[in-house]
């Protein structure tokens, strides 16, 4: 995988500009170099279908249809354009 793969997985980077993005609600980032909205989406690393997120007593779990748990730490960030805006 190169650096550019690797940039467009991290929460909260630009997939176009790899620069750092502000969260403007709890599922939509903005960057103001792309001056673009970006829906946050979650990814399971094993199967790479959307993972549900789940959030109680302060913590954030992420559950896989096909897989079950999957580890904060292995989540795959997608970043899709807001269209229409």
């Known amino acids: 995988m190169n650096n550019e793969q690797n940039l467009s997985n991290i929460e909260g980077v630009c997939p176009v500009c790899h620069q ?4 403007t609600s709890p599922k939509i980032c903005y960057c103001e170099h792309c001056h673009q909205n970006y ?9 790479s279908a959307f993972l549900q997120q789940i959030k109680g007593c302060g913590a954030i779990n992420y559950i896989c ?13 997608h970043y899709r354009p807001v269209l229409g805006e």
Do not use: A, H, I, W
């Not at 750092?20 to 969260?23: A, D």
């Not at 249809?65 to 960030?77: C, R």
């Open 39 to 47: 829906d946050e989406q979650y990814l399971c690393p094993v199967c």
């Open 20 to 23: 750092p993005m502000k969260r």
């Open 65 to 77: 249809q096909n897989d079950g748990l999957v580890s904060t730490s292995k989540v795959k960030f």
